[in-house]
């Protein structure tokens, strides 16, 4: 128990040591001082909370907001001391939005804990006391062998010990983990592979020692002691052992595994991210303003105390004849007196922060989301794929972007590689109709006729069809064989899985040329040379890794030679040939990127057999290393890698995905820079920016590239920099590499940023991952401080998406990893256009006018309240009726700006794709400015004075209302009460608040006139049924009967017109005045907009099943089909079906 209590405070960390010592099967060893490791049982827990803490731990995280611990202050205070008004007043709102925000986080978090039972209580096969025992996957234990079957998933991370086949192999599939659909080859140490039957496992002695658990999915070290007849054998381990949680067995029938992380200490579950914890401008924004009304609350409060206290100076009016003090009052202190009176006045005035905003704002984020998910113009229909939301919370965030960073491959291009041309021996080739031949030749043989290669040419084949980690699926294939058998007969049946596009590419193309791979066992790889075959034996696989640019294979050749094949970057490659065409390959592969072609050299060595055997010793002494492994073999891999005789060169073509250059001409209109970042060649990387549009051919194109020194970089950028002075009417594009950018961003940030930022377009090739990131964070950093998004699909672009504040992932070939680490994922980059452009300026106005009218609306009503405190001697009497201060903003004046947040349109969404540059109007916060702000506070405050003095000048004299707080005059005229003039003042600020957002909307449905008009209709009716009624649950009722006499008044109706529109009648005005004597773009665009026909190009917002069954009936009545924008004018039937019923959805 004091283990567990000190490793729960952190003073006795369960892992003492760097590396973990697994027994299999729970064979323990037998001398007495051994003392077992401690590890995690293998339940998954995702959920936050359990049913004993989830009450403290929720409120405690709720409090932590400001405003939420504000009001508990002010709840607080008024049970304490005696205060103007009720408990209730300030409790009911807070245990309102306590509740709904806890309701929302339990509910989300007892999903979490159905889905985590599901997963625990599955049911799972272990070898138990000599023999297979079902139990639950909760309880395996690290050292049980567990028993998986064809298409089941791991239940936990797994050294391989058998499978059914002979050579201990299995195939899975990664798809759940990275979204990598290939078939990966698993195996399993000779010396287990042997054991395939539960009594030869259950007798198995041995013990695998591994690191202690990480997250990283392709890393594992660690090493297997298998005890034979008394002797010890050491084989290494490495990712290639492991089965990972959550991958699923395919192609093999069964295999048997030992748990080495189980639970929370799996890979799977220590790769969970937290929901991101970015924050968007606006809720910065409204933090600060905030604060700024929590100093007119303070302000308010001073300054009434301090004029109660200076009224009550008089004796008159300090000990009024009706309201004498008692002893104790007369003795307590001034001081206690003083603070008292000032925290009454605070909890008299608290209303002016509006509690209920951050629910709203919670409520109109998470809503809006759904959006975005039932778009049909981000549909993309080939894969299936809708655009997805990982947080809500950024969503306004989309119409602030300032600068875009994107990767290449997979995001700009299709990912889907074409062989086009090669390079053997100097010799530029291209293949026609599955044939290789020379540049500028014809190919003239018959069909039928074996093609004659050189001894280069087929060599290079050889090396292209073998130097890869390709996976093949037959079709008929089920359960064990041999991995060959399927070659005659069924080649046509066959289909290759591959990690990378290009390696799939090449092998087709190999294929096709007549140098066919066949398959794999894991120790031989067979190809068919133009119908011969030939067998390899596999002896090494040097891994590809983003530090070498390379991979390289160690093969016995059917003559008994070992040959090393390796493929790669030029960069990685030719430094390291000896011989061969260096200089005419370095010319094509040149050509080839200039082309937009991917390249890849490819280089052969032979060794004697004293060369194989050094480097069969260094490779196995660096593998069965269990610290530094990665550096160890990263030398042994150089030392390997060297005195290459080079091959050739391959291009292969990345198609450009549809419409990227006109998605990147629309973010340039909008203002938006982009910048792209890719680990591609600088020729292959310019020529794709030129077709796609980044650089222009009219561009000035300047260079930072292959800086050797900080001086020369220094330099180089002072040139840069002095050319954009002079030529500052040309736009210029700049191009750097990964080497030039880390000797800039080490001395000179500042030049590189001035440089950066007076560019156009700015490309950065040979970039590594982390690069990305760092570049993104220079920006970000920056003294401008602009809003960044960062675009791409592979698990390298994961720390840029992760660093911008915006991360958008692209549902590509590349996994997974991007899109589970984005905050919105989508199907293909044109589908940014939409997302920024649309959405993005839709949800920053929505929200932006949401936060100002929620300040506005609170400062219409709080303000009353001051000025009342100056009629009736800062007694600190109420205004308001409790309940009325209760429901403003909960019932009354919510669901108005609720709707109006989700559906407003500001412009039609068709002419905002069709004017990217409307983006720029709402760009740098402009619409939640502090001028816009101070527009909203004063105009507030404007509207609080006419509805209290417009009903004082107006009421204040009348007879012929009676009040139940009625006063007699000295002529006996009766003046009306407090709780009439109040209800008054109350009646007309429900109205004018709901008519001035009336007032703000563009856009009209059916649901916002609904809830406008049902709002003030509610209002009537619960303040009849609240005043007309006697309760019996009331302790007091002073609104009895009040507001029926006020209605009854023809004046009363009289003076809530008159008050409303002179509220409104001067914002009218404005409007009117700028839209037609000082029109912005924007609302010149709005005119436009009217004048948009409805057609099929407008589908209404709606889930996508509706929206497609809609599309459905369109096109039987329109012979063609256009694409669907949607827009909530089309939740209107009226405005679906007929056309002109469409301007009637809008309003100028």
Request: glycine fraction near 6%; charge should be neutral.
């Amino acid at each position: 128990m004091l283990r567990w209590i000190r490793q729960q405070l952190g003073f006795d960390p369960p892992h003492q040591s760097d590396t973990r010592t697994v027994y299999i099967a729970n064979r323990f060893p037998q001398h007495g001082h051994y003392i077992p490791q401690r590890f995690a049982d293998n339940r998954i827990i995702s959920s936050k909370y359990t049913i004993w803490n989830f009450i403290p731990k929720n409120l405690f995280e709720q409090f932590r907001r400001i405003a939420n611990f504000y009001f508990l202050i002010i709840f607080l205070v008024q049970l304490m001391i005696d205060t103007p008004t009720s408990p209730v007043t300030s409790g009911l709102p807070l245990f309102f939005v306590i509740t709904v925000t806890a309701i929302k986080q339990g509910f989300e978090d007892w999903l979490r804990h159905k889905a985590d039972n599901e997963v625990n209580g599955a049911p799972v096969f272990v070898v138990r006391s000599g023999g297979l025992v079902q139990t639950r996957s909760k309880n395996i234990r690290v050292g049980d062998i567990v028993r998986v079957a064809k298409d089941e998933t791991f239940p936990a991370d797994l050294v391989l010990l058998s499978s059914d086949r002979a050579e201990g192999t299995c195939h899975i599939t990664t798809a759940s983990l990275d979204g990598e659909t290939n078939l990966k080859t698993h195996y399993a140490v000779p010396e287990t592979a042997v054991s395939q039957s539960v009594s030869q496992l259950e007798a198995l002695q041995a013990v695998v020692e591994c690191q202690q658990p990480e997250a990283d999915l392709y890393r594992f070290v660690g090493r297997i002691t298998v005890t034979q007849q008394g002797e010890e054998i050491v084989r290494p381990l490495g990712p290639e052992n492991l089965l990972l949680r959550g991958a699923r067995l395919k192609n093999t029938k069964e295999i048997f595994g030992v748990a080495v992380y189980t639970g929370m200490e799996s890979k799977m579950a220590l790769n969970y991210k937290c929901k991101s914890q970015k924050r968007s401008a606006v809720e910065k924004s409204m933090n600060t303003f905030l604060i700024i009304y929590l100093g007119i609350l303070l302000f308010e409060a001073i300054l009434s105390t301090i004029l109660k206290y200076a009224w009550q100076a008089e004796n008159k009016w300090d000990e009024p004849f009706y309201n004498e003090k008692t002893e104790q009052e007369r003795n307590s202190s001034k001081i206690l007196k003083f603070i008292s009176d000032f925290l009454a006045f605070l909890v008299l005035y608290n209303f002016i922060i509006p509690i209920s905003l951050y629910v709203t704002v919670e409520m109109q984020k998470f809503l809006g989301s759904f959006f975005i998910g039932w778009d049909l113009d981000l549909y993309h229909e080939e894969s299936d794929q809708r655009a997805q939301v990982n947080t809500s919370d950024l969503n306004e965030e989309l119409g602030q972007v300032e600068y875009v960073f994107t990767d290449k491959t997979g995001t700009l291009t299709e990912n889907e590689m074409q062989f086009r041309e090669c390079s053997i021996n100097g010799i530029k080739y291209q293949e026609i109709n599955g044939k290789l031949v020379p540049e500028g030749m014809t190919d003239d043989t018959p069909d039928a006729a074996v093609p004659r290669l050189s001894r280069e040419e087929e060599l290079f084949l050889k090396a292209v069809s073998l130097c890869h980690t390709v996976q093949i699926s037959y079709d008929q294939t089920d359960g064990p064989g041999e991995p060959f058998s399927h070659a005659n007969g069924f080649t046509t049946q066959m289909e290759y899985y591959a990690s990378s596009p290009d390696e799939k590419a090449l092998v087709e193309a190999t294929k096709r040329m007549g140098v066919t791979f066949t398959g794999s066992n894991g120790e031989v790889m067979e190809i068919r040379t133009f119908g011969k075959s030939e067998k390899y034996k596999l002896l090494h696989v040097l891994e590809f890794d983003p530090n070498r640019r390379r991979m390289s294979v160690i093969l016995q050749t059917p003559s008994g030679q070992k040959i090393l094949f390796t493929k790669g970057a030029e960069s990685a490659i030719l430094p390291y040939t000896k011989s061969g065409e260096i200089e005419k390959t370095r010319v094509h592969v040149d050509e080839f990127a200039l082309k937009g072609l991917r390249t890849l050299v490819v280089a052969y060595r032979l060794f004697s057999a004293e060369e194989y055997k050094e480097v069969e010793r260094r490779i196995h002494e660096a593998r069965t290393a269990l610290q530094q492994r990665e550096e160890r073999l990263a030398e042994t891999f150089s030392f390997i890698e060297k005195d290459l005789e080079l091959l050739g060169a391959t291009g292969v073509e990345d198609k450009l995905q549809e419409k990227v250059q006109e998605t990147i001409e629309a973010l340039r209109l909008a203002g938006i820079k982009v910048w792209v970042l890719t680990g591609d060649k600088h020729e292959t990387a310019v020529s794709v920016s030129l077709s796609c549009g980044h650089f222009h051919r009219t561009m000035n194109i300047l260079e930072l590239v292959q800086q050797k020194s900080d001086h020369e970089c220094a330099e180089q950028l002072r040139r840069l920099a002095r050319r954009i002075k002079e030529d500052h009417v040309i736009q210029h594009g700049l191009v750097v590499d990964g080497a030039s950018l880390s000797l800039a961003l080490r001395e000179h940030e500042k030049l590189f940023m001035e440089v950066c930022k007076n560019c156009s377009a700015v490309l950065c090739c040979r970039m590594a991952p982390l690069q990305k990131a760092k570049v993104v964070r220079l920006l970000k950093t920056s003294p401008e401080k602009p809003i960044t998004l960062a675009i791409g699909d592979g698990a390298n672009d994961v720390s840029m998406i992760q660093e911008a504040h915006v991360g958008i992932g692209i549902m590509g070939k590349e996994g997974r990893q991007a899109v589970r680490n984005s905050d919105y994922a989508i199907a293909r980059f044109k589908f940014l256009a939409k997302l920024l452009l649309v959405h993005g300026h839709f949800y920053y106005v929505r929200i932006a006018t949401l936060v100002q009218y929620f300040f506005y609306k609170n400062v219409c009503f709080i303000t009353p309240q001051f000025l009342y405190q100056f009629f009736c001697l800062f007694s600190q009497q109420t205004l308001y009726d409790s309940v009325y201060l209760t429901l403003y903003n909960i019932c009354f004046t919510s669901l108005p700006i609720l709707v109006y947040s989700l559906f407003e349109q500001l412009v039609h969404p068709h002419v905002l794709q069709s004017k990217p540059a409307l983006y720029r109007d709402i760009s740098k916060n402009s619409v939640l400015s502090f001028k816009t702000f101070l527009y909203w506070t004063i105009l507030g405050f404007c509207h609080a004075f006419i509805f209290f003095f417009g009903s004082y000048m107006l009421m204040g004299e009348d007879t012929s209302l009676m009040g139940n707080g009625q006063i007699l005059r000295a002529n006996r005229q009766l003046m009306f009460g407090n709780w009439t003039f109040g209800t008054l003042v109350f009646t007309v600020m429900v109205i004018t608040v709901t008519l001035k957002l009336a007032l703000e909307t563009h856009f009209w449905t059916w649901i916002n006139h609904f809830v406008t008009w049902g709002s003030i209709a509610f209002y009537f009716i619960f303040s009849l049924f609240y005043g007309g009624i006697i309760w019996p649950f009331l302790h007091t009722q002073d609104m009895y009967f009040v507001f029926v006499q006020l209605l009854s008044s023809g004046s009363a109706w009289f003076a809530i017109i008159i008050i409303i529109i002179t509220c409104l009648f001067p914002d009218v005005i404005k409007k009117v005045f700028y839209r037609h004597l000082q029109p912005t773009s924007t609302q010149k665009s709005q005119m436009y907009s009217n004048r948009v026909a409805i057609g099929d190009d407008f589908i209404a917002l709606q889930p996508l099943s509706r929206a497609k069954n809609q599309l459905g009936k369109i096109s039987l009545l329109r012979p063609m089909r256009g694409s669907a924008v949607w827009t909530q004018c089309a939740v209107s039937r009226r405005a679906v079906v007929a056309v002109p019923g469409w301007p009637r959805c809008w309003s100028d």
